[in-house]
């Protein structure tokens, strides 16, 4: 489209998907789902914004500003709504999630006390048998040692299953936790490198800094752990 005097129909489209991504509101999996769709099909039509808008551009070389200020603004519209879109989704996958831990953890702790249960018995039975054999009752002991046996293996095989409480994922979407850090003492991270709990690559050279006082200071360099190095090269400025 690129035609100045005709209403885009992307950017009329888009101001209902705008409204629509800020009004949702998740609270089934099916919600979750429907927001993803809705989302992918935002980003969609960014993009076909955006590529409307370059075509313009490209076609029409005079009020380039104008002609594609509401281009522009639809698109922001467009990021800011998708972004809130987008925490919503990974709010809703935390609390899952979080949902998801508390219930493992609960069956773990089942298991762990029919585990400890079983295991109690064994011990019981085990200490009888060895009680009877003191005795001298052998048949008796040998049963109850028997049955020691079998209800330590059956301990043993007494597993947490897995938690269920509903697969929250949806097509073209993966929530992923990004790791990275900040330096927030870079005196204790360079007391650590000396220390040699971390390693000297945690650190590098500010090369930069070391070259600007290397060529300020010449012959008179003086930076720890730094020589200076010179070299010289013919220069042919100036020469015809």
Not at 83 to 90: E, T
Not at 119 to 148: C, N, P, R
Request: glycine fraction near 4%; hydrophobic fraction near 45%; charge should be negative.
């Amino acid at each position: 489209m690129t035609d100045l005097t005709v209403t885009s129909p992307l950017l009329d489209g888009a101001d209902r998907m705008i409204l629509a991504l800020q009004a949702f509101e998740i609270e089934t999996d099916w919600d979750y789902e429907t927001l993803n769709a809705e989302t992918r099909s935002a980003a969609t039509a960014r993009r076909e914004i955006e590529a409307e808008r370059i075509d313009i551009v490209r076609k029409h070389r005079v009020a380039l500003d104008a002609s594609t200020k509401r281009h522009v603004a639809q698109i922001e519209k467009l990021d800011t709504a998708i972004a809130v879109a987008d925490k919503k989704l990974i709010d809703y996958h935390d609390a899952k999630e979080a949902q998801r831990r508390e219930a493992q953890r609960l069956l773990d702790e089942e298991a762990a006390a029919a585990r400890k249960r079983l295991q109690d018995e064994a011990d019981k039975l085990a200490a009888k048998a060895e009680g009877l054999e003191a005795k001298g009752d052998t048949i008796k002991a040998e049963s109850a040692q028997h049955q020691a046996a079998v209800i330590a293996d059956a301990a043993a095989l007494v597993v947490s299953q897995a938690a269920d409480v509903g697969l929250v994922k949806a097509s073209g979407t993966a929530v992923v936790t990004r790791y990275g850090f900040e330096v927030l003492d870079l005196m204790d991270l360079a007391k650590a490198v000396v220390a040699g709990t971390v390693p000297l690559i945690a650190i590098l050279p500010n090369e930069v800094w070391i070259g600007g006082r290397a060529r300020n200071d010449k012959d008179e360099f003086n930076v720890p752990g730094c020589r200076l190095t010179k070299s010289k090269t013919a220069s042919h400025r100036g020469l015809r």
